[in-house]
């Protein structure tokens, strides 16, 4: 069963009304209303049909110009034929339906608390991102508005909105106490607790693991959640460090013991500088007091 069908109870065209779902008018479509037109090719085109919720009418003058250029018999001829693309109200179970696509996520919470009852023809109801509106200062259980199209014949489109309470619940992580800057997140300093969020909305860390060992990039007050862009991984290296490189030329390796001139990550280079000849090289930070360098160190 077509997808429309499902979404739409559609109301039948009036008695004297053709109804159509396409750009175009057909010998087709006129052949529904004067069957005389039965034999005619029915892919003709003849006129361009009427926007939704329009009607077409077209006079006995019309037919008869018609009828000469597929030879057809006159005297069979109705008065006038009509033509209407028919529209009805979308249903509620469409418009959640169309909501919990857009949404993706089966467990979200989805509360449609109204929507647009314009009559609007048969299509698909798509809501997409960006037709959601956002509060500045959004709260768990305040409706959202979502504007969205309903998509029908050929690239055509026709607006719907709706309100609806949407939310994703999770876990995150927040701050038990304040967390000083460039300090070592410890495990007694953090909890979870447990929200919901916007739809689209970046999840924040939501395990324990997440966020011990990390830093603050800038102090996070008691009850603040815990974000991926206030933390850092902590420094592997600081500047005064000791640290043990290897040092790679060809197939070679040595290993020796340098000092840090600056701080660094893993994953970062760091300048060294050989205790024995003060010569300064670079290197990258490889863990906790480890290097390796491709320069040699001598």
């Known amino acids: ?3 429309w069908l499902i979404l739409f109870a559609m109301p039948l065209a009036a008695a004297d009304c053709v109804p159509v779902a396409a750009d175009r008018i057909t010998v087709g479509d006129l052949a529904r209303a ?27 003058a019309d037919l008869r ?11 069979q001829l109705p008065a006038g034929v009509c033509f209407e693309w028919p529209v009805a109200a979308p249903s509620r179970i469409a418009v959640i339906k169309a909501l919990r696509a857009a949404v993706a996520d089966p467990d979200a919470r989805l509360e449609l608390r109204e929507f647009s009852s314009q009559p609007v023809p048969a299509g698909d109801i ?7 509106t956002l509060p500045p200062r959004w709260q768990s259980g305040e409706p959202l508005t979502w504007k969205g199209r ?53 999840p924040a860390p939501d395990r324990i693991e997440q966020v011990v060992g990390r830093v603050p990039r800038r102090s996070i007050q008691a ?56 010569k300064r090289f670079p290197a990258r930070v490889e863990g906790k007091g480890r290097a390796a360098s491709l320069s040699p160190a001598s």
């Open 223 to 278: 009850g603040r959640v815990l974000s991926a862009a206030l933390l850092e991984e902590p420094m592997a290296v600081e500047k005064g460090d000791r640290v043990a490189v290897e040092v790679r030329t060809g197939s070679m390796k040595l290993s020796m013991d340098a000092v840090s001139e600056s701080g660094g990550r893993t994953g970062e280079t760091v300048v060294l500088r050989n205790p024995s000849s003060g």
């Open 150 to 202: 309903v998509k029908y014949a050929a690239g055509r489109s026709f607006p719907i909105w709706a309100r609806a309470v949407v939310g994703i619940a999770g876990k995150r992580v927040v701050a038990k106490r304040e967390l000083p800057v460039g300090r070592v997140i410890a495990g007694d300093q953090v909890a979870l607790e447990d929200y919901e969020r916007l739809p689209f909305s970046a």
């Open 126 to 132: 798509k809501f997409p991102r960006g037709g959601l």
């Open 34 to 60: 004067a069957a005389v037109f039965g034999a005619a090719p029915a892919s003709d085109v003849l006129a361009y049909a009427p926007a939704p919720g329009v009607r077409r009418s077209f006079s006995a």
């Open 65 to 75: 110009r018609w009828a000469r250029r597929y030879a057809v018999n006159e005297t």
């Open 1 to 3: 069963m077509k997808l």
